[in-house]
């Protein structure tokens, strides 16, 4: 098993930063890629960034492209999300999770979730 925690999130305003921060343990050794989704009420979870074991290739859907920055440090079993320039529309619960078979966009894609951390962006 794998345990994910959340810390980072909170409330900002438009175009102000936050960096999430999510802390693996367990049997880390067995998962291939980390992502961050986000689920805003009402609608369902949402592909937001995701990175592999190595850090060597990211991938962020085009919602946050060019404003967030997904990053590891595999020495404190930690991913990172930083999140510049946000919007209210980025107003959500953030979800870690990992993959230990394969990984993308998909929700469904990620075996292990953390409890999420809510992000509230005013205008």
């Known amino acids: 098993q794998v345990q994910l925690v959340e810390s980072g999130g909170g409330l900002v305003q438009a175009g102000d930063s936050l960096r999430l921060s999510c802390a693996a343990s367990?049997?880390?050794?067995?998962?291939?890629?980390m992502g961050w989704l986000r689920q805003a009420p009402g609608k369902e979870r949402e592909f937001v960034a995701a990175?592999?074991?190595?850090?060597?290739?990211?991938s962020y859907a085009d919602s946050v492209k060019g404003r967030f920055t997904i990053s590891r440090d595999n020495a404190k079993n930690t991913v990172y999300l930083q999140m510049n320039s946000l919007k209210p529309e980025d107003t959500a619960v953030y979800y870690c999770a990992a993959a230990r078979t394969g990984w993308g966009v998909s929700p469904y894609q990620y075996e292990y979730w953390g409890q999420g951390t809510q992000v509230t962006v005013s205008s």
């Open positions: 990175i592999s074991r190595s850090g060597g290739t990211t």
């Open positions: 367990g049997r880390t050794f067995s998962i291939i890629a």
